[in-house]
């Protein structure tokens, strides 16, 4: 049997009707599940798509390079940020803080630039209710076996933190009918090209 592979609970719509600014788009999803990949690929094959770069105070994996994947940033500066009012949203995750830096989503949405945040699922709920015409997009795995395989496959965590991040895979799932859309991620690059179709979506 085919997966259902796009599952939509609301119709994209990319600009504001009144503004005619775009909308904020954001891929949210457990560990594991392809955010990093499917968002690479939006990178490479969709660059006039402005993709987020957070700041984490979790050290870089190899080849991770700073600016790139993330800004990767101390405790203390982290906290100025979130105290200086820096972050669109911010969360803990797995034992480590992540967050948005405000003024490029401002500046790239003024300008006209489609723009998309890949952020775990407190963030996106702090951006749900900031910015409640952002559209959500939740990237689900095939399945919770094929979920574990991912993770584990990738190699970057030790168990402490694999169990870690597993457990919070269950609370993700569990809050998928709070997104706009779901796209499994049985295929990087169909994925990553119905994450465009969405975030590119206008108003008719
Ligand atoms: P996330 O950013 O969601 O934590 P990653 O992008 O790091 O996940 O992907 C986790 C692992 O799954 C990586 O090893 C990646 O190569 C693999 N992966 C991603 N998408 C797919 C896919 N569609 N099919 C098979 N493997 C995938
Ligand atoms: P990782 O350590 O695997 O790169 O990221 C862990 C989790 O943090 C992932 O779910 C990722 O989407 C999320 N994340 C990355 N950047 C941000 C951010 O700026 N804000 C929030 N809330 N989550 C983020």
Redesign the pocket.
């Known amino acids: 049997m085919a997966l259902l592979t796009l599952r939509l609970r609301r119709l994209p719509t990319a600009r504001d009707r009144f503004t005619g600014v775009p909308r904020l788009s954001v891929l949210s999803?457990?560990?594991?599940?392809?955010?990093?990949?499917?968002?690479?690929k939006v990178r490479s094959l969709y660059p006039h798509i402005w993709v987020s770069v957070s700041c984490t105070t979790r050290a870089p994996r190899p080849g991770e390079r700073e600016g790139v994947e993330y800004r990767f940033v101390s405790s203390d500066r982290f906290r100025a940020m979130v105290a200086g009012g820096e972050l669109l949203e911010h969360a803990e995750y797995a034992g480590n803080r992540y967050g948005t830096p405000r003024a490029p989503v401002e500046e790239h949405l003024s300008a006209g630039d489609p723009a998309l945040l890949?952020i775990e699922l407190q963030g996106a709920r702090q951006v749900r209710r900031a910015m409640p015409e952002a559209f959500l997009v939740f990237?689900a795995p095939p399945s919770w076996a094929?979920l574990e395989r991912?993770?584990t496959?990738?190699?970057?965590e030790d168990p402490v933190q694999l169990a870690s991040r597993l457990a919070q895979a269950k609370v993700e799932l569990a809050a998928e009918h709070e997104f706009d859309a779901v796209i499994v991620?049985?295929?990087?690059e169909r994925?990553a090209a119905e994450l465009v179709r969405l975030i590119e979506a206008e108003c008719r």
């Not at 496959?153 to 970057?156: L, M, P, S």
């Open positions: 999803g457990p560990s594991g599940v392809g955010k990093g990949t499917v968002v690479g890949e990237l094929e991912r993770l496959g990738r190699g970057t991620n049985d295929d990087v994925a």
